[in-house]
T-cell receptor, first 113, second 113 residues
Framework: EDQVTQSPEALRLQEGESSSLNCSYT??????LFWYRQDPGKGPEFLFT???AGEEKEKERLKATLTKKESFLHITAPKPEDSATYLC??????????????FGKGTHLIIQP | DSGVTQTPKHLITATGQRVTLRCSPR?????VYWYQQSLDQGLQFLIQ???????AKGNILERFSAQQFPDLHSELNLSSLELGDSALYFC????????????FGPGTRLTVT
């Protein structure tokens, strides 16, 4: 069974204090790893897709990286508007077709001014 | 705004009742996915449709069913509702069955009393 574990569960940072969120996964065959941002009561907002170990993607203050066992979401000089829950998800090969994503429980990030 | 629309935003109903949630995918997307998000389980994949046909099933209960219509909108039917079915229900869409990025709608909050 595919498993996705995110750590820490919650993280409180000061504005400008850089940090990293971790997503470790155990899957039979990784098709892709996804990062989403979710604000309270809203739908997840797509951030990145990573397909193979060594791949990196950046968007504003966020940078996602992927190894064979885990992914990191690095947040550089965060601002209060970066406060949200960050979700990691995997999609695996299962006989063709795109199946649903398996999500981790998320990291609740709070950036204090 | 992801381009995925869901109605209604909120739904309050009693145990034993039946409800229908509606989703319209982004323009051009052929795949629709349904997810359930509860506090204890996190985001869980329920079912996927592609161009009107069921494509993949996740943790969907037998009391739940879905369909995708010729105009590509989808409906999720929940019957014999229990208190534990109270959750946020999200619809997501993607271009095709093997396209990986899924874009989520704003969700329907279901409360069963």
């Amino acid at each position: 069974e595919d498993q996705v574990t995110q750590s820490p569960e919650a993280l409180r940072l000061q504005e400008g204090e850089s940090s990293s969120l971790n997503c470790s996964y155990t899957v039979s065959g990784l098709r892709g790893l996804f990062w989403y941002r979710q604000d309270p009561g809203k739908g997840p907002e797509f951030l990145f897709t990573l397909y193979s170990a060594g791949e990196e993607k950046e968007k504003e203050r966020l940078k996602a990286t992927l190894t064979k066992k885990e992914s990191f979401l690095h947040i550089t000089a965060p601002k209060p508007e970066d406060s949200a829950t960050y979700l990691c998800a995997v999609q695996t090969y299962s006989g063709g077709g795109a199946d649903g994503l398996t999500f981790g429980k998320g990291t609740h990030l709070i950036i204090q001014p | 705004d992801s381009g995925v629309t869901q109605t209604p935003k909120h739904l309050i109903t009693a145990t034993g009742q039946r409800v229908t949630l509606r989703c319209s995918p982004r323009s051009g997307d052929l795949s629709v996915y349904w997810y359930q998000q509860s506090l204890d389980q996190g985001l869980q994949f329920l079912i996927q449709y592609y161009n009107g046909e069921e494509r993949a099933k996740g943790n969907i209960l037998e009391r739940f069913s879905a369909q995708q219509f010729p105009d590509l909108h989808s409906e999720l039917n929940l019957s014999s509702l229990e208190l534990g079915d109270s959750a946020l229900y999200f619809c997501a869409s993607s271009v095709g069955p093997t396209t990986y990025e899924q874009y989520f709608g704003p969700g329907t909050r279901l409360t069963v009393t």
